[in-house]
């Protein structure tokens, strides 16, 4: 096994261009796994997974839908982490949301194997989530509820997450072609390994 770096990499901020330029392509990637996966009908883990699924539902925008289900979050991201996580959070989410409304007309899939496209989709959504992670953001409002409880009541952040995306795809058992869940699933276990791999205090992360 590696071992952690002798001397802890120094947090640098970053600058409102590096932000900027950070904050475009990170919601891009992360609207193009969106584009892809509701272009198969498949779903994902989280808060944008909830999202995906109400507009199978609904018929409403993905965009407008995800936009709205993560309003109540920002309260908790206030009191646990910060003004600025939430605003630039709040930033991304919109920037996420307006994209995800954009692409479809200027992006149109002809063909696309479900298989090859939950494994893009999910690599690009994890690779997406890192880069806005890095700049001090999130897109998941079911994480900072996990990180909120487990400040309040001592329950793990991870059993939360883990809890919420178990019921999320057994309601998409509920509505979706099984094979496409089994899909949606795959993709969502790229996007965890994608964060597990390259989202690392001991490796990437200043301390």
């Not at 899939?109 to 989709?121: F, K, Y």
């Not at 900072?144 to 952040?157: H, K, P």
Request: some cysteine.
């Amino acid at each position: 096994m590696s071992q952690p770096p002798t001397e802890p990499h120094k947090r640098l901020e970053h600058s409102l261009a590096e932000d900027a330029m950070a904050f475009l392509l990170g919601t891009m990637m992360c609207a193009l796994g969106v584009h892809l996966l509701t272009h198969l009908g498949l779903v994902t883990g989280q808060t944008a997974g909830l999202a995906v699924l109400l507009s199978y539902v609904t018929g409403w925008s993905f965009g407008a839908v995800f936009f709205v289900v993560n309003l109540p979050f920002y309260v908790l991201g206030w009191l646990r982490m910060g003004p600025r996580f939430t605003i630039k959070s709040f930033i991304a989410v919109a920037m996420v949301s307006a994209f995800a409304e954009l692409l479809p007309p200027l992006f149109v899939i002809e063909r696309l194997d479900p298989a090859l496209g939950a494994a893009l989709a999910g690599a690009v959504i994890g690779l997406g989530l890192i880069v806005i992670f890095r700049h001090g953001a999130s897109l998941g409002g079911i994480g900072v509820l996990a990180l909120y409880l487990q400040d309040r009541i001592g329950f793990q952040a991870g059993w939360t997450q883990l809890l919420f995306d178990g019921a999320l795809f057994a309601a998409a058992f509920l509505v979706l072609d099984p094979v496409l869940v089994a899909w949606s699933l795959a993709g969502a276990v790229v996007v965890n390994l994608i964060i597990a791999v390259n989202h690392r205090k001991d490796r990437y992360i200043g301390r």
